[in-house]
Nanobody, 120 residues
């Protein structure tokens, strides 16, 4: 059983920054998704297993960056210029295979989620 452990969420003012971390127990291609109250879970960013290819949603492009440190077995989501509409529970997900994916149903394992709240 893969255990995904997320950390780094919290409360921040608009324009601020947060960095989320996720420690998978193996080497997978990884993704970040988020779910706001009353909305469906949506794609945010993804990175391939080797870490040399990434893709981010248009809604966060230029503000969020996904990266990984395979020596530490950790994936990061650096979130800058945060907006109130970024408020959501952020989930880390892992998929078997080397390529990244923006498709929620292609992921095999999910973390418990971490709350990010951006105040205006």
């Amino acid at each position: 059983q893969v255990q995904l452990v997320e950390s780094g969420g919290g409360l921040v003012q608009a324009g601020g920054s947060l960095r989320l971390s996720c420690a998978p127990s193996g080497r997978y291609s990884m993704g970040w998704f988020r779910q706001a109250p009353g909305k469906e879970r949506e794609f945010v960013a993804t990175i391939n297993r080797s870490g040399d290819s990434t893709y981010v949603a248009d809604s966060v492009k230029g503000r969020f960056t996904i990266s990984r440190d395979n020596a530490k077995n950790t994936v990061y989501l650096q979130m800058n210029s945060l907006k109130p509409e970024d408020t959501a529970v952020y989930y880390c997900a892992a998929r078997i295979g080397s390529a990244w994916s923006a498709i929620k149903d292609s992921y095999d394992y999910w973390g418990q989620g971490t709350q990010v709240t951006v105040s205006s």
